[in-house]
Structures are given as structure tokens and as C-alpha cells.
């Protein structure tokens, strides 16, 4: 691992970790991600949920649904922008596909996130056995790879420089038949 300009002590204890067990470094990657994006969904939630509560705000139950779709639909497009998430831009990583080496189409990253609504602490498992590849990466034909770090607001440079894509399409079908088929095991939706 080479330093890096994020001098923090958590960083740099996390380098010493992984530097001892590289696999460390790949969970923590995960775990980061998942706390990032958990700080970016669920403050929203708990606003409506909170002016719901207190008659500011009528809502029934399946605009909630798809409210709380949504942002679970942002949690699975965390890898969207360069195929590096958060976490993976800060550490070093990012999602490639297998077949040519080259960066993982936002449709891969999609479908290699889709597994992590459903199995998340299986996910963390596989990744503490194959660090390259977790269940997602097998559906998506994707594996991580170490990468250049950069800093986190590089997310805003990519997210101003965005262009529709026919991927982008296929993402909102998939995405929306996704959520439609959670929604049929939610009672109340139907």
C-alpha cells in the first residue's frame, strides 16, 4: 500500500491492517461503502417518516414504498460513476470487467449489486474468501482491482460530466422490475 494524502489515523490504521491481511482491506472497502451510503439514504427516511408522523406530510403507504425504493435504487448505483463507490475511490479500487480489463459498465455494476439488497452478510463473507470477487461479481462478470485513490468529491466532477446512456435505460427497467417484485413480498403493496 503506498501512502497517500488522507493522513487521518483511521486511514492509516486501516493501511497497517491491510498490509498484514489484504483481505482486511477489501472487507473494510465494503463495510465503509455500506456505511456511507446507510448516512446518505436514511437521513431522508427518517425526515419523511418524522413529518408523517406529526401530519406535516400525508403519505400511504406505497408512495413510502417507493420513496424507500428509491434510495435503495441509489445504494445499488453506488459503483455508477467510473465503476469506483465511495469507498472504493478513497481506498483504491474499482470494479472491472473481466473479459477486456476495462472498467465495468454502469448495467455490470448494477447487476453486481443487486445481490447485496438480498445477501449482504453473505456477501461479506465471499469477500472475506475471494476478495476479487463476491456473489455480484459472478452474475456481473466483474472482479475489483486495486485502482488510483482520489478523493471523494471527485464524485461531483463525474456526476456533472454525466451523459444518458443506453445503460442508464436498462438500469431504470431492470431497476424498476427489481423493486416491483420486492414490492409483491411487502404486504400492503398489492
Known amino acids: ?53 406529526n401530519g406535516i406530510l400525508e403519505i400511504e403507504n406505497r408512495a413510502f414504498y417507493i420513496f424507500f425504493f428509491f434510495m435503495m435504487f441509489i445504494y445499488l448505483n ?38 447485496i439488497a438480498i445477501a449482504w452478510p453473505l456477501e461479506v463473507i465471499v469477500g472475506l474468501i475471494n476478495p476479487e470477487r463476491r456473489i455480484g461479481d459472478f452474475l456481473a462478470n466483474t472482479k475489483v482491482v486495486t485502482s488510483e485513490k482520489e478523493k471523494i468529491k471527485s464524485i461531483w466532477t463525474d456526476l456533472k460530466n454525466i451523459k444518458l446512456k443506453i445503460n442508464f435505460i436498462g438500469i431504470l427497467i431492470i431497476g424498476g422490475l427489481y423493486f416491483y417484485g420486492l414490492s409483491l413480498l411487502l404486504p400492503g403493496m398489492n
Request: one cysteine or more; glycine letters at 2%.
Open 1 to 53: 500500500m503506498n501512502e497517500t494524502e488522507y493522513k487521518g489515523i483511521l486511514h492509516k490504521e486501516v493501511n497497517n491492517l491491510a498490509r498484514i491481511n489484504p483481505r482486511f482491506h477489501r472487507i473494510s472497502s465494503m463495510l465503509l461503502d455500506h456505511i456511507i451510503m446507510i448516512m446518505v439514504i436514511v437521513p431522508p427516511i427518517i425526515l419523511v417518516i418524522i413529518l408523517a408522523a
Open 78 to 115: 453506488k459503483d455508477f460513476f467510473h465503476s469506483k463507490s465511495p469507498a472504493k475511490r478513497i481506498l483504491g479500487y474499482q470494479v472491472i470487467n473481466r473479459k477486456n480489463e476495462q472498467p465495468a459498465t454502469e448495467l455490470q455494476c448494477f447487476i453486481r449489486n443487486l445481490t
